[in-house]
């Protein structure tokens, strides 16, 4: 819709009064519409998570870096009645953190070998160091172990 430029009501012999007017608007010429942009949609996350869905490279460069402030929070520790000397250093306490989606996950697709490979990574000991504890203390970790790893993993 074109607008008329507003006329002055002054009559047109009145050249003071058309000097002071100034001169007439001029119509602005008609601006075009823009034209639709198409957008994928598909491009756009809108969680963190979904930025890594499907993603299956190994760019861990790309990989947040995830940590915690105390990795210890929630840990299970005991001090051992028969304290055995590990590469000549005494072991007093055994700590059990919590463990990880990702040592489950190890667990269950034999990244992990069994209970006694979970409870070594768990406690940062070596596996043989586990297998070497006497009865009441190997006992008394397999059951922090039961009671820190989720139920499924010990056949409840």
């Known amino acids: 819709m074109m607008v008329e430029p507003r006329r002055s009501r002054k009559p047109v012999d009145d050249p003071l009064g058309q000097a002071l007017a100034g001169p007439a608007p001029v119509a602005a010429e008609p601006v075009a519409a823009p034209k639709a942009t198409m957008i994928d949609l598909d491009a756009f996350t809108t969680s963190p998570g979904e930025l890594y869905a499907g993603d299956n490279s190994a760019d861990e460069a790309r990989d947040p870096v995830v940590a915690y402030d105390d990795d ?3 840990s299970r520790t005991y001090t051992l009645v028969q304290k055995p000397k590990v590469n000549g250093v005494i072991l007093s306490t055994i700590t059990l953190r919590m463990p990880e989606q990702q040592d489950i ?8 070998d069994g209970t006694r490979g979970m409870l070594a990574r768990l406690t ?3 596996p043989v160091v586990i297998k070497r504890l006497k009865w009441p203390d190997a006992e008394a970790v397999f059951q922090l172990y039961r009671d820190i790893v989720p139920s499924f993993m010990i056949g409840e």
């Open 105 to 112: 996950d190890d667990f269950y697709s034999g990244g992990v």
């Open 72 to 74: 210890l929070a929630g």
């Open 124 to 126: 940062g000991l070596h």
